[in-house]
């Protein structure tokens, strides 16, 4: 059974810094996607960061530049290293995988995408 775990999400001032990870177990993908996404309350949950298989990264044009994504094959952990948070950062944070993603990257952070969820990490960033 596929399990995703996030974590390290907080409360922080505008300008800090947060890492979020998430460790997963139960699965042993080799041609996986992995990705981050975000809901806010009242928006609809939108991708912010995913890796492909190739480990070619993707990130939503607002966080270009403040966020990086990676990853630990070894611990089977997926990191977003997010800085210089702004208040519209705020948000239910959860990692999703893709165990059967297209060779050509489509849908990669689209959330229709991905089949499986953590239960994801709140942050909250304050003005």
């Known amino acids: 059974q596929v399990q995703l775990v996030e974590s390290g999400g907080g409360s922080v001032q505008a300008g800090g810094s947060l890492r979020l990870s998430c460790a997963a177990s139960?699965?042993?993908?080799?041609?996986?996607?992995m990705g981050w996404f975000r809901q806010a309350p009242g928006k609809e949950r939108e991708g912010v960061a995913a890796i492909d298989k190739d480990g070619s990264t993707r990130y939503t044009d607002s966080v270009k530049g403040r966020f990086t994504i990676s990853q630990d094959n070894a611990k089977n952990t997926l990191y977003l290293q997010m800085n210089s948070l702004k208040p519209e950062d705020t948000g239910m944070y959860y990692c999703?995988?893709?165990?059967?993603?297209?060779?050509?990257?489509?849908?990669?952070?689209?959330?229709?995408?991905?089949?499986?969820w953590g239960q994801g990490t709140q942050v909250t960033v304050s003005s």
């Open positions: 139960g699965y042993r993908y080799s041609n996986h996607r």
């Open positions: 999703a995988v893709d165990p059967n993603p297209p060779t050509n990257g489509y849908g990669i952070l689209d959330q229709y995408e991905y089949n499986y």
